[in-house]
């Protein structure tokens, strides 16, 4: 703005300088047209900083599209990366399962134990009555046989945890020895788990429970069914790593 003033100042001095000796009509049409001009000037001058301050508008609205982008951009990285982690985790627990199956091979065809899958987690079923007599919770000839070739697999399992899982049926207990189903599935989930650990596997990874009738794998309604409740669990844990992040659920611990 402050050419402008000195652009006016100094077309009103020329005008006024030789205005002298010059006709009225015509000084009169030369400072009308300079008015116009430096109006004109004004209006365009106007309209460039219209233009200008739209323009920056422009680019901060320009800015904070390419700002928001840009987190869009980092959040989507952050969840390609963390799928990416996600199907190598499952990958690599594929390729453990498939050992896993392969060296159970001959006890799964044997009759001795199946594998399923629960809750996204291996589990190797072992029937009560292959590993003890009725009632009991010392392992029998056979039982001990089977479990001795399942540690040889299990102890070749790195970093990884085991749960073993006593189950039974409704029926209760009737014998001195154990008041209820629930200290009959917990003793022999220790017998199993003291068998494991003497045949090679870090006890570091072994813990055992006993869940009595509250985990029916088939209907107490039946003999059938009663024997498939009537069985010992091994479930392969997770690792820490393929848990859930609580770590923002901390908060509201503290």
Known sequence: MKWLRILTITVFAWAFATGCGIPEEKYNADIAALKAAVEKVREELGRANTELAQARSEKEGLQSQLEGLNEELQKLQTERDKHA??????????????????????????????IKIVNNKMVVEMASAILFPSGRAKLSK?????????????????????????????????????????????????????????????????????????????????????????????????????????????????
């Not at 392969?236 to 503290?254: H, R, T």
């Open 85 to 114: 982690k996600e199907l190598e985790q499952a990958r690599k627990r594929q390729e453990e399962f498939k050992h896993m199956l392969e060296r159970f091979r001959a006890l799964i065809d044997s009759g001795k134990l199946k």
């Open 142 to 254: 056979e039982g001990k046989e089977a479990l001795t070739q399942v540690a040889e697999v299990l102890a070749t399992i790195e970093d990884r945890s085991f749960q073993v899982a006593g189950h039974t049926d409704n029926i209760p207990i009737k014998n001195s020895r154990f008041k209820s189903n629930w200290e009959l599935s917990s003793a022999r989930a220790v017998a199993v788990v003291k068998h494991l650990i003497e045949n090679g596997v870090d006890p570091a990874n072994l813990s055992g429970a006993g869940y009595g009738d509250t985990q029916p794998a088939g209907s107490n309604e039946t003999e059938e069914g009663r024997a498939q409740n009537r069985r010992i669990e091994i479930i392969l844990q997770p690792n820490l790593d393929e848990l859930p992040d609580l770590s923002s659920l901390e908060k509201m611990i503290d």
